[in-house]
């Protein structure tokens, strides 16, 4: 079954804590993005890689890390969370670069809530 | 810089009434655009997509939506809302890099 998968779904942490939420992808996309959600400001991009070893910065980039080592793997690495870091977060990926950008549907996980204390 | 702007942050039509989701956007190039639904407790699911062949887009579900470059809009309809539509509503927008811009969101209830 074609599916992205995050990790953990559900996560409680303290401040300062280094964490980092894993998603992969089993439909060989090359675009892999993150996404964090919150309420009343709809989906904000956080980074995005359209290749192995290619990452860009979305609006919020800010506190978070990214690495694409594989085709399949995009971790989001928040080295030292903060309160303003909870949030609902989803991976997702697509494939179709058109000239003037990704026209592909995007694939989403399920989601990863995470609570920073 | 691209944006998306979706009026009504909350709608609430009766089954059967003609749902209108409305979505304006800003690029500076021909955009792609999409609409997608969350459904609670899920990750979002694409309902259609707008990439520069027809203007009337047909999606999943019964819901479609015109793209009107004069007006900058693409506006999400479906003639009778059923129930199982009540869910949230994404517009977004594509940019040359890749960079996908979400609009706010838009709530839509269906009263019985």
């Known amino acids: 079954e074609a599916q992205v998968t995050q990790n953990p779904r559900y996560l409680i942490t303290v401040t300062g804590k280094k964490l980092t939420v894993t998603c992969s992808q089993n439909m060989n996309h090359e675009y892999m993005s993150w996404y964090r959600q919150d309420p009343g400001l709809g989906l904000r991009q956080i980074y995005y890689s359209m290749n192995v070893e290619v990452t860009d910065k979305g609006d919020v980039p800010e506190g978070y890390k990214v690495s694409r080592k594989e085709k399949r793997n995009f971790p989001l690495i928040l080295e030292s969370p903060s309160p303003n870091q909870t949030s609902l977060y989803f991976c997702?990926?697509?494939?179709?670069?058109?000239?003037?950008?990704?026209?592909?549907?995007?694939?989403f996980g399920e989601g990863s809530r995470l609570t920073v204390l | 810089a691209q944006s998306v702007t979706q009026l009504g942050s909350h709608v609430s039509v009766s089954e059967g009434a003609l749902v209108l989701l409305r979505c304006n956007y800003s690029?500076?190039?021909?955009?792609?655009l999409f609409w997608y639904v969350q459904y609670p407790n899920q990750g979002l699911q694409l309902l259609l997509k707008?990439?520069?062949?027809?203007?009337l887009v047909k999606g999943i579900n019964g819901f479609e939506a015109e793209f009107k470059k004069s007006e900058t809009s693409f506006h999400l309809t479906k003639p009778s809302a059923h129930m199982s539509d009540a869910a949230e509503y994404f517009c977004?927008?594509?940019?040359?890099?890749?960079?996908?811009?979400f609009g706010d969101g838009t709530t839509l209830t269906v009263k019985p």
């Open positions: 997702a990926s697509s494939t179709q670069q058109g000239r003037y950008g990704n026209t592909g549907e995007l694939f």
């Open positions: 977004a927008v594509s940019d040359v890099a890749g960079k996908s811009t």
């Open positions: 707008y990439t520069s062949a027809a203007t």
């Open positions: 690029s500076s190039v021909p955009p792609y």
